[in-house]
Each structure stands twice: as structure tokens, then as C-alpha cells.
Nanobody, 122 residues
Framework: QVQLIESGGGLVQAGGSLKLSCAAS????????MGWFRQAPGKDREFVAF????????YIADSVKGRFTISRDNPKNTMYLQMNSLKPEDTATYYC???????????????WGKGTLVTVSS
């Protein structure tokens, strides 16, 4: 069973930056595609980004493209989401996800963390 633990959330002013981390265990990390979803209060869960097991393929949602960057460090079993130029509308709980199949990462990844809250004040 894959376990995912997010960290790095918090309160930041608009225009600021945060870096989220996701530590994974339970499976060889490099065999997992990893990603992020988010859910704002009262809204549906939204895909944010994914990265392939090797790190060679990344995909960023249009809503955050140019501001967010996804990366991973396979020897450390950790994935990151660097968030810059944050806006109040980025306020949400951010969930780390994982799946063996890259094709599922935008819609129905198998594994989910419990989430970390990001609050952007105006």
C-alpha cells in the first residue's frame, strides 16, 4: 500500500510563494507517477499537476501554468510543488496523488494523501 504524506502548507500573502512536499512510501518511488490535486471550500476537487516516475514528463493545469512547478527527487522518495505568485483563488487543500499509470493522473489516481491546507490572503 502506498502512503503519501504532504507538508509545507500554510498562510501566505498574495504574491508570495510556498513549496509543498509529498513523501511517499510503500512502493518503489520511481515506478510511481506523482501529482497534485486541490479542493477549495465549496468547490469540486481540481487537478493541478503531475510528473512521471522518471521526472521526464510533467503536466501543469492551465489555471496554474507559469506559476507552479512540479518536481521530484527519487533518491529521497519525495515530490514537490513550487508555488509562486500565489493568488487568493489558490486557497485550497492540496492533495498528493500517485499511480502506476501516468494516464490516470489527471482523473483518477489510485493513491491519495490526506492533504495540506494552503491559505492565500489578499
Amino acid at each position: 500500500q502506498v502512503q503519501l504524506i504532504e507538508s509545507g502548507g500554510g498562510l501566505v500573502q498574495a504574491g508570495g510563494s510556498l513549496k509543498l512536499s509529498c513523501a511517499a512510501s510503500g512502493r518503489t518511488f520511481s515506478t510511481l507517477a506523482m501529482g497534485w490535486f486541490r479542493q477549495a471550500p465549496g468547490k469540486d476537487r481540481e487537478f493541478v499537476a503531475f510528473i512521471s516516475g522518471s521526472g521526464g514528463i510533467t503536466y501543469i493545469a492551465d489555471s496554474v501554468k507559469g506559476r507552479f512547478t512540479i518536481s521530484r527527487d527519487n533518491p529521497k522518495n519525495t515530490m514537490y510543488l513550487q508555488m509562486n505568485s500565489l493568488k487568493p483563488e489558490d486557497t485550497a487543500t492540496y492533495y498528493c496523488t500517485a499511480d502506476r499509470a501516468l494516464v490516470d493522473m489527471r482523473t483518477r489516481p489510485d493513491h491519495w494523501g490526506k492533504g495540506t491546507l494552503v491559505t492565500v490572503s489578499s
